[in-house]
Structure formats: structure tokens, C-alpha cells
């Protein structure tokens, strides 16, 4: 049975050095589910424009739904200026003012989030109060689903009070290893480690689970019940790592809600990350064959401590 995933935030154009890629964590994250086989619905906003036009050109080719993707008369298509180091990691420059800020709570949208399964959300969404009550409207609509908030903290587009809101909303976190040190000084953790501080974060908000991604030395998941597994990384050919957590995060995800452990899940959506980081851009369709052909082949293994 096919499950319901819905994203809402946000849709833009990732303006990389060779040239545009349709982005946004969201829909990078429901493309994926979709190409694992489940429904993705994206609640998202773009310009009528002509960059907005392209996007949903774009959204057609990839197979995705048109049904929640809202189009805004007076404010523009999302953007992001990405300039890639010599590791391949990005950094961001966001615009401001633009059509993802200000998505409606439409009646379809509702009604889709009543559906689902799983609803994820991000920070990036929440920098406006427009599209931060939204957010709040859908999750509280979809009583039923699994909420999992992959947190992509970007400069400038958080503060700690949309940060604890979000936590107190969530089962499921996903933070990378950075951002897991950022909010330990923004909520005033104690531990040290990796592994105490996302156990710290599920006593404190009543998280479900927490998900880590270790950039190239894999991921780590915890439970509230104390369970633990560690997946190293992957040695492989970077290409660039755009898209590749959002990628990750959508394998687990697939993985759960389809009644895989916890480590399967782990297991499944790192060897995602790993093979979209293998590729440029965050939209390069890999099958399920292919990431379990990948699961299978030997490969050199990196590790850290946790």
C-alpha cells in the first residue's frame, strides 16, 4: 500500500556555478518519495513569472503533483545562490521576498495534510509569519500523520523561538552533525557528544526519534526508547553533496512508514545520501534497485566516534 507523504515549504531555483537546478529541501525530499513509490504532495508557492512557469515545467517532467503549488501574483519565484567549496559543500545565499513566504492555507492543502501519512516541514518556511501560520494550520490538519522535521537551518532564517515551537511539534528530527553543535548553544544543551545531545533534545521535547547525518562518516539514529544504530559513510566519488541529506531523509522515511526497523531505515536512507552525492543537483532520479545494488557492493567504510 502506496503511503501519502506531503511537504510543505519551500520550491526555488538553486543557482549553481554550472548553471540553475530546480531545489528547495521539500521538494527535493518529495521527489525522492516519489520515486520510491509512494505519494509525495508538495504545498509550495512560486511567482508567476517566467522562472515560475519553468519550475512547474519542471515539476511536470519530474512526475510531481501540481495540485498545492500555489502561484503568487505579486511576489517572485524563490532563489538561492549556492557556491560550492573545494569538498563540494554548498553555501547558501537566499532571497528574500519571495512566493514561498507567503503560502495559503487552501482548502486542498488541508485537506491533503488530513491524509497523509507523514508530513514534513523545515525552518527555511518559517521566516515569515505568513507562511509560519500556514505550516501550523497543515500540521494541525493532519492529526493522524507522523510529523518529521528535517531542521536546514540557514543563516539568518531562524531564531531559537521558531526552533523550540518546531521541536515541541515534531516525532521526528533530523539535524546533521553542524547544526546539532548550533543548537546546543542556541538552547543551551549540556552534553558533548553527538549522541548525548540527541538524546537530551527527545527528553526535553518529546521527540520520537532523532535523526543525525555525519556528512561523509554516514548517520546515526535514537530513539526515546534508548534504541541506537550507527551506519558509517560511504567512500565515493563526490560530486556535489546538494540535495544528498534531503535524499537521505527520504529513504528513512520511506523506509518507516513501510513497517522497516529503525535500522533498515538508517541503513537505507544513508546509502540514498551517498549515491545522490554522487550525482550534481538534487533531483537525479537512482532507483531502489540501484541504491540496493549499491548496499550490496563492497565499499571502503568511514567512521567517527558519536
Given at each position: 500500500m502506496r503511503q501519502l507523504v506531503t511537504a510543505i515549504g519551500e520550491l526555488l531555483w538553486d543557482l549553481l556555478p554550472e548553471g540553475k537546478v530546480l531545489g528547495g529541501a521539500p521538494t527535493n525530499f518529495i521527489f525522492r518519495i516519489n520515486s520510491f513509490g509512494d505519494m509525495g504532495q508538495l504545498i509550495t508557492r512560486i511567482g508567476e513569472d517566467d522562472l515560475g512557469e519553468e519550475a512547474l515545467n519542471c515539476i511536470r517532467e519530474l512526475g510531481l503533483s501540481e495540485q498545492n503549488i500555489q502561484v503568487d501574483p505579486h511576489y517572485p519565484t524563490g532563489t538561492v545562490q549556492v557556491d560550492l567549496n573545494a569538498q563540494g559543500i554548498p553555501d547558501y545565499t537566499i532571497h528574500t521576498e519571495v512566493a514561498y513566504d507567503h503560502i495559503d492555507p487552501t482548502f486542498s492543502a488541508l485537506a491533503i495534510a488530513r491524509?497523509?501519512?507523514?508530513?514534513c516541514f523545515g525552518t527555511l518556511v518559517q521566516r515569515t509569519p505568513k507562511?509560519?501560520?500556514?505550516?501550523?494550520?497543515?500540521l494541525k490538519a493532519g492529526t493522524g500523520a507522523l510529523r518529521f522535521y528535517d531542521i536546514n537551518l540557514r543563516k539568518d532564517c531562524?531564531?531559537?523561538?521558531?526552533?523550540?515551537?518546531?521541536l515541541n511539534l515534531t516525532h521526528i528530527l533530523k539535524i546533521n552533525d553542524e547544526e546539532l553543535v548550533t543548537l546546543k548553544e542556541l538552547l543551551k544543551l549540556k552534553p558533548d557528544s553527538l549522541k548525548e545531545l540527541a538524546g537530551e533534545l527527545i527528553q526535553d521535547y518529546q521527540l520520537q526519534t532523532v535523526l543525525v547525518t555525519l556528512g561523509e562518516n554516514g548517520a546515526f539514529v535514537l530513539s526515546n526508547t534508548g534504541e541506537f544504530h550507527y551506519d558509517p559513510g560511504y567512500r565515493i566519488q563526490l560530486a556535489d553533496t546538494v540535495g544528498s541529506?534531503?535524499?537521505?531523509s527520504a529513504g528513512f522515511i520511506h523506509r518507516l512508514i513501510n513497517g522497516h526497523s529503525l535500522k533498515e531505515a538508517l541503513q537505507f536512507g544513508n546509502a540514498t545520501g551517498a549515491l545522490v552525492a554522487s550525482t550534481q543537483g538534487g533531483t537525479q532520479f537512482i532507483s531502489k534497485e540501484a541504491i540496493e545494488a549499491f548496499r550490496l557492493e563492497k565499499h571502503e567504510r568511514l567512521s567517527t566516534k558519536v
Open positions: 491524509h497523509s501519512d507523514c508530513i507562511s509560519r501560520e500556514t505550516l501550523r494550520q497543515v531562524y531564531t531559537p523561538e521558531i526552533i523550540k515551537e518546531s541529506g534531503d535524499a537521505c
